[in-house]
């Protein structure tokens, strides 16, 4: 038998599909707040190396996951949760929680910064003072 280049082939092997649910209708997954907390770590780590993106392929996870989870630790929803129990959405008052939670540390880091540069600041301006006192003196002693 001769094969023409128009002629339809049948195969008898099942041919691996690339489509996500070739083999039926997979079980979404879930995560524990443990499990959440040690992904969040993992990803901030690797974000530090600049492999967070290769972290999320890695692992099947996407940012959006990572922004939820980030939002529900810091709103404190992660840290009292059994081992295994669920974490559901944030309720409005969590979410704001979690949002002055971020803008207070914010403000402490702009405080911090602040504060530097007006310790600088000053230094300056005595270090200042101190050449022109200096320089004054050495102008009286030039007189006499």
Known sequence: MTISPTMPVEDNYRMDSPHPHADGPQRRRTFSAADKLAHLAAYEQACQTGGGGAYLRREGLYSSL??????????????????????????????????????????????????????????????????SESTDADEQRKKR
């Open 66 to 131: 990572i922004s939820e989870w980030r939002r529900q630790r810091d709103a404190g929803v992660l840290d009292g949760t059994k081992p295994g129990e669920k974490v559901g959405k944030l309720t409005a008052e969590q979410t704001e929680i979690a949002r002055l939670k971020r803008e207070l540390e914010r403000a402490n880091k702009k405080l911090a910064t602040t504060e530097t540069a007006l310790l600088i600041m000053g230094k300056a301006h005595s270090l200042l003072e101190q050449l």
